[in-house]
């Protein structure tokens, strides 16, 4: 028996106790005559102490072998602690060592298994079984695991099934990119790893399992950004026999469920909706941040027609009110300006009015516009003295991507994303197509299955970009946490939109034949819903990177720098796998 | 509202209320003035009725459009049924059908279905969405998500953490072959497919993660046989800080959790335990089926040097005792002896010896044997009148694995072998190494991470084929439900391990390099245990086929019939990912 207790179990009921501790070595502090050993396993931290005259002298020439993540046994007494330490679980008791066991040795980290820790990110990740150890990353596993398990628990509460889809599927060219695996005993021919079980959860439903869910590893290859991995996973959901409603309230049901367990936060009413248009004039983001208001507001009426170019010239032109930001220096708004320029923005520049406490304006147009002018523009906004206009202008699309970016940035700014607030907000009837400039054709905004609304159906013929989908998103906090559609379950209204998408009759066939012959035999009203568990886990914690609640992730080039992967084959196995490695010279 | 109830939940308490179902049409009975429909979703089967006189008469028209498969949706009143039908849990009602709604049509099914379906296994595989809608299938997969489920619930409750572990890792040459996934992002190199999470889930226990737990798809590329998948699920677990006989009483407690949730099956006791050697002596397998005894019997002693050159030059000649058998004609003789002698058994021939009656004996080798001689070898076999003794000989483990399939065939003859019994057993101390003939090198038996016994260390240098290992496997039934083992955590006896196994030093590092590195700062005693995910839910549902327990399986070839996969990619997917197929004429 290598332990009769955890390093986070002892209190003050057990002194006097013979206990067996095993973890790992955080700190020695060895005063000569006295010698304290900070011992920490996955459950906490447990002081031990040896005090010279009441324990044999040997144990003290043992700790002095003894090192940072040394892994030791030690046999002892519960006994109070001299000065108690409230911060700490255990920190009314210490151990008194009768007995260590060096269970194994270790070298020097490279880097301090602290909470601050003074490696960095490559360091870390290369070390990741080193930063495993450490309390924020092993903090944020727990959390994931508690999500997992508490998802699952809701779901079965409410009848869902898990089923587990295939990872050896076959590639189709829509979307991002497969990643690919030959296969050995069909040469020449390749499985592509799922991307979302989108289709086998659409068949399960056509199969009558009604509910279904997994929690599940999904695949892009994808060039990689910050916050994307090329695998992640997706609490996968699929419905029958039920309406957008019925959706909507489930998985309201469930996220409420989570924070209510994980976090201890509970929700008051139904979460807001807010459809995709009202998401887009207002936030310009289908995912907006509802922490803060700042909301957008059109300046065209009062900005246009008066001679300024630049306005004039514009397809649009937006507003937000930086609440009392009106004493903001020239430096400060320079630097605004140079951000919203910035090539991730692209902004072309950034207009601003103050507000000023005397009831006058300053702006940088003020060549163009009169002080009436500005106070429209401020009374447009519900700016007050004190107040800071931020005005950008342009395409419509454009301008509301850089103003969205520049609200979140100015919130950030006026400390008004408090990472302990959540605000959830449903976003409805997003279009059902998007034209891609490019190919000069509509593509399915969310998937060619999801279903038009009944009240657009005929605009499919005369403005196909108009028409709305039963598509909805759960945002919060300006994160996506998930999404989903009713699907279409008439072959005949499918076979419309594969027109509609541009598919010929082969194409459709070749990529979603077995779909479409499954909705020959019977196919139920369906829909679902599909969470980033990933991000889930992040959003819930307050923070936004990701990779922390990966147990390993990749780097930004897909690599694993820890086992270091991928990496190249022997040609044996290129060889029986019948493929051969073609690298370009770059 | 699709739906006001399942058609599993109507009973005579719901009798006057009005309700909406919706479901498939499993079948219509017409009779002109009367009409039945039963209805069918994931929860059961109600009747619905018509009668001339209470409904319009437009409903009978509806009804003559419709047939099988087809979905509808009904409103109506429940009623007591006339002729209730007990074997039904909705067997007390039905619903008279005021309103039925078209929600999708259905082509007429390619095979029926029913429990007993008249489709064969390739259109059931080409349909298998319609497969999915038969109770055997349906019935396996709900059994599949209550295994999970409970699994997680047991493991939760003694604090195990769920860790995700990626799918994209590194190819080692070692075991199974890989399947390969070429990095687009990294030209030339390929990621692996795990065919276990084994070194992630001995890094996590070196991250201090202590109890870890996933239930995990992995992946073989192997030639596969009738109960192998090229993707397949496991069961993975890991423990630090705990001896062998920890682990095997978590296990333990999970596999009488299971019987007791899913099953309702209660194991008296503890399971029994089984050396290795003596489960090889005595059953010639590793998993021994002990529903039934019919151990072997050495008969060396009794059959040889009496002038039969067969048995003199074998190495061991083995019986087995099948009870009341002595009446088995030639003609059953010899189709035991064709059955034996089979290239997939690979006997040479059978020997048998009768237990008559009267006290004689009758064998197939009584020319060189005498009355005595046969008795002597019955009262070794504790054969008694009317039984029959079955001898092969040979080389020692030929001869055990054919007298192992003999054994279980006579089994299955003998009815000896209950679905509904099940007979657990721990097989304990498996040799840590075997010699490959081939390779003329030691391999490791479970894998190079296994430790050997403590008192056996002294072997590695003089005779390390009789080392035992620390490793156990859970066996139930004649199927292999889980191994594992002790792992080594010091990095010496590891290096010995490995050059035990004729890794050079570089071998070694290129492929288990991360974690040797891990092993050097403070790696903690472990060791784990993964069961079969698929054969479990399979052992524990009393059958063989592990196919029908997963949704979407894969044939012999290891192609999945319904979405036809693997496919050829297009040379552009190809070039993107810097590989060639280079297929060999055949």
């Known amino acids: 028996?290598?332990?009769?207790?955890?390093?986070?179990?002892?209190?003050?009921?057990?002194?006097?106790?013979?206990?067996?501790?095993?973890?790992?070595?955080?700190?020695?502090?060895?005063?000569?005559?006295?010698?304290?050993?900070?011992?920490?396993d996955r459950y906490g931290i447990t002081q031990l102490v040896a005090e010279q005259g009441t324990v044999d002298d040997s144990i003290f020439e043992q700790i002095k072998t003894f090192g940072r993540e040394f892994v030791i046994q030690v046999e002892g007494e519960v006994i109070e602690r001299y000065s108690k330490n409230p911060e700490m679980e255990t920190g009314d008791i210490e151990v008194r060592m009768e007995k260590i066991t060096l269970l194994n040795a270790s070298k020097v980290p490279p880097?301090?298994?602290?909470?601050?820790?003074?490696?960095?990110?490559?360091?870390?990740?290369?070390?990741?079984?080193?930063?495993?150890?450490?309390n924020p990353v092993k903090d944020k596993l727990k959390l994931r695991h508690k999500v997992s398990l508490e998802t699952r628990k809701y779901l079965d509460s409410v009848d869902f099934m898990e089923v587990e889809t295939p990872y050896l599927i076959k590639s189709?060219?829509?979307?991002?990119?497969?990643?690919?695996?030959?296969?050995?005993?069909?040469?020449g021919e390749f499985y592509a790893l799922p991307q979302s079980p989108q289709t086998f959860k659409q068949l399960l439903m056509v199969s009558g399992y009604d509910k279904y869910y997994q929690i599940v590893k999904c695949f892009r290859d994808e060039d990689l950004r910050a916050d994307r991995q090329p695998e992640f996973t997706q609490i996968d959901c699929e419905m029958a026999f039920v309406d957008q409603e019925d959706i909507l309230n489930t998985f309201e049901g469930l996220v409420k469920h989570l924070f209510r367990e994980v976090r201890g936060i509970e929700f008051e009413g139904n979460f807001p909706r807010m459809d995709y248009a009202e998401a887009m004039e207002k936030y310009g983001s289908d995912k907006p941040d509802l922490r803060f208001g700042m909301e957008f507001v059109n300046l065209n009426s009062g900005a246009q027609g008066k001679g300024?170019?630049?306005?004039?010239?514009?397809?649009?032109?937006?507003?937000?009110?930086?609440?009392?930001?009106?004493?903001?220096?020239?430096?400060?708004?320079?630097?605004?300006?140079?951000?919203?320029k910035?090539?991730?923005?692209?902004?072309?520049?950034?207009?601003?009015?103050?507000?000023?406490?005397?009831?006058?304006?300053?702006?940088?147009?003020?060549?163009?516009?009169?002080?009436?002018?500005?106070?429209?523009?401020?009374?447009?906004?519900?700016?007050?003295?004190?107040?800071?206009?931020?005005?950008?202008?342009?395409?419509?699309?454009?301008?509301?991507?850089?103003?969205?970016?520049?609200?979140?940035?100015?919130?950030?700014?006026?400390?008004?994303?408090?990472?302990?607030?959540?605000?959830?907000?449903?976003i409805m009837d997003f279009p059902l197509l998007e034209?891609?400039?490019?190919?000069?054709?509509?593509?399915?905004?969310?998937?060619?299955?999801?279903?038009?609304?009944?009240?657009?159906?005929?605009?499919?013929a005369t403005d196909p970009g108009k028409v709305r989908a039963n598509a909805y998103d759960l945002a919060m906090n300006g994160v996506e946490l998930g999404g989903g559609s009713i699907r279409i379950h008439d072959k005949d209204l499918q076979a419309r939109m594969f027109e509609l998408l541009g598919f010929s009759d082969e194409e459709a066939k070749a990529q979603f034949g077995f779909l479409m012959d499954a909705f020959q035999y019977g196919a139920p009203p369906h829909g679902g819903l599909a969470f980033g568990f990933d991000r889930l886990?992040?959003?819930?914690?307050?923070?936004?990177?990701?990779?922390?609640?990966?147990a390993f992730p990749k780097n930004n080039s897909g690599r694993d720098v820890m086992i270091d992967a991928p990496?190249?084959?022997?040609?044996?196995?290129?060889?029986?796998?019948?493929?051969?490695?073609?690298?370009?010279?770059?």
């Open 1 to 40: 028996m290598y332990r009769s207790h955890t390093c986070g179990e002892l209190r003050s009921s057990n002194i006097g106790e013979k206990v067996t501790l095993s973890g790992w070595i955080q700190t020695i502090r060895d005063k000569g005559n006295i010698a304290w050993i900070d011992l920490r």
């Open 111 to 134: 880097f301090t298994i602290e909470d601050e820790t003074d490696g960095g990110e490559e360091l870390r990740m290369q070390y990741r079984y080193l930063d495993l150890r450490r």
């Open 172 to 187: 189709t060219p829509e979307g991002a990119r497969d990643f690919v695996v030959p296969s050995r005993m069909n040469p």
């Open 308 to 340: 300024f170019n630049v306005f004039d010239s514009a397809e649009i032109v937006l507003g937000i009110n930086a609440k009392g930001c009106a004493e903001y220096t020239r430096k400060q708004l320079d630097k605004l300006t140079d951000w919203v």
């Open 342 to 426: 910035r090539p991730q923005i692209g902004a072309k520049g950034l207009v601003y009015v103050k507000c000023n406490e005397d009831g006058t304006f300053k702006s940088s147009v003020d060549k163009f516009y009169s002080q009436e002018d500005l106070k429209e523009w401020a009374d447009l906004a519900g700016a007050e003295k004190g107040d800071l206009l931020l005005v950008l202008s342009g395409d419509l699309d454009a301008t509301r991507k850089q103003m969205n970016e520049l609200r979140l940035h100015m919130g950030d700014e006026l400390g008004l994303r408090n990472p302990n607030e959540f605000k959830p907000v449903w």
């Open 435 to 460: 034209w891609d400039e490019e190919t000069e054709r509509y593509h399915a905004m969310h998937h060619p299955f999801t279903s038009p609304k009944k009240e657009d159906l005929d605009l499919i």
């Open 537 to 550: 886990c992040a959003t819930m914690s307050g923070t936004d990177s990701i990779r922390d609640f990966i």
């Open 567 to 586: 990496a190249p084959l022997d040609g044996q196995q290129l060889e029986e796998l019948s493929i051969a490695s073609v690298v370009k010279e770059s």
